[in-house]
């Protein structure tokens, strides 16, 4: 997971310039806005998340840049668990995990 928010710390500072693009603040909307207040619990493994940007052109290469980032960035996470077996309890825990999905979108999503 480290790798995967190295890539996107690595993509907002080359937007440095503007603002809006900075890595701490989108990793901090996205841990603010994907937790579940009722259960005081974060939902999956964060990243950025950022909303109401500016519309000019350096927002647009930024989203392209967040485009072409996700495969490579989330690709070599897939690749070494997939083979892994995994436990009932395991299983159950994932279940869980996307009941939750639908508990924060149902509740809390805008």
């Given at each position: 997971?480290?790798?995967?928010?190295?890539?996107?710390?690595?993509l907002?500072?080359?937007?440095?310039?503007?603002?809006?693009?900075?890595?701490?603040?989108?990793?901090?909307?996205?841990?603010?806005?994907?937790?579940?207040?009722?259960?005081?619990?974060?939902?999956?493994?964060?990243?950025?998340?950022?909303?109401?940007?500016?519309?000019?052109?350096?927002t647009?290469?930024?989203?392209?840049?967040?485009?072409?980032?996700?495969?490579?960035?989330?690709?070599?996470?897939?690749?070494?668990?997939?083979?892994?077996?995994?436990?009932?309890?395991?299983?159950?825990?994932?279940?869980?995990r996307?009941?939750?999905?639908?508990?924060?979108?149902?509740?809390?999503?805008?």
């Amino acid at each position: 997971i480290g790798s995967f928010h190295q890539m996107y710390s690595e993509l907002c500072s080359k937007h440095l310039q503007h603002p809006s693009f900075s890595y701490a603040s989108m990793k901090q909307a996205c841990d603010d806005y994907f937790f579940l207040p009722a259960r005081q619990e974060h939902r999956g493994t964060g990243g950025i998340f950022f909303d109401d940007l500016p519309v000019d052109d350096e927002t647009l290469t930024f989203v392209k840049g967040v485009v072409t980032t996700w495969m490579p960035s989330w690709l070599p996470i897939v690749a070494r668990h997939r083979a892994e077996s995994f436990s009932e309890q395991q299983k159950q825990w994932q279940l869980l995990r996307r009941g939750r999905y639908l508990e924060f979108n149902l509740l809390y999503d805008r």
